[in-house]
């Protein structure tokens, strides 16, 4: 009687790529796609092949279709569709659609497909609410945009049933009109530029009273020694660390022609750093015009000393 004996032998085990030789790390390659499959094209596609048939009525539309998908990439690139797709866009309301479509939103000659909208004129108030944000150098986010429409819908008193709920609707319309969450940078949006140019008017009136080497400048600019950078080369995805807040105020005078400068004024947060070595600043050679407070802000005191 034949028996059969199973072999325990374990399997010996692949070694796994660590490091730059992931799996995902793939090379490079050049090679295009010989895909013959039609495309789903683009409103700006559709738009140009319409405007090119009208350039050449003689066409047949198995010429029109054979010349787009053969069309060499300096004119263009090859769009490939069928005849029957062709004869679809053609039609009289479908071609009028197409151009209607053009002129909806910002985005609309990108998008394959036509972008639904329930209600138009609730969109539009929308539009011009954020426009007007925008001007007013106001920030908008999301939860805003969600509340302003529920607003709106009240106002125009729009039934229950086409109002738009939650926040699905935010990606659709952020895309529409090329909206991007975008970091603010500087404060130069606080500043009122007629104040500014009035302001710049009457300083120009004072400062001709002196000569070119007797008018001083002074300003404040602060850097943190101890702040790590926030991007740098890694092999992996790293977490972020908590940045340091340690900042040093330094005070730059100088007169407009350059010829004379003043010692820089040093704020910190501590009376004496360690890097003083126990030493008066005062004291120094060369002496150091060093001050302290508690977040190294130059203040009325020390800017009149």
Known sequence: MNRTVRNNTAKPKKNKPKGLHKKNNKPKTSAQSTQTQCQNLTL????????????????????????????????????????GTLSKKLKSDAKAELRERAQSHPDALSGKRARIVTRPDVERCLVIWVESMENRGETVTGPMLSEKRRRIEEMLKVPDEERLKGSGWLTSFKKAYHMHERRHHGEAGSVDLSAVEQERK??????????????????????????APDRGLCTRELSGKKKSKFRISVLVITNQTGTEKQKLLFIGCYARPRCFNKKDPARMRPPLYYHFNKKAWMTMVIFEE
């Open 202 to 227: 009457v300083l120009q009136v004072v400062l001709a009273k002196f000569k070119p080497e007797d008018r001083w400048n002074a300003d404040e600019t602060s850097f943190f020694p101890s702040l």
């Open 44 to 83: 700006y596609d559709w738009l140009q092949v319409i405007d090119y048939i009208d350039d050449h009525p003689e066409l047949t539309q198995l010429q029109i279709v054979n010349y787009f998908s053969s069309c060499p990439d300096s004119e263009g690139g090859a769009l490939k569709f069928s005849q």
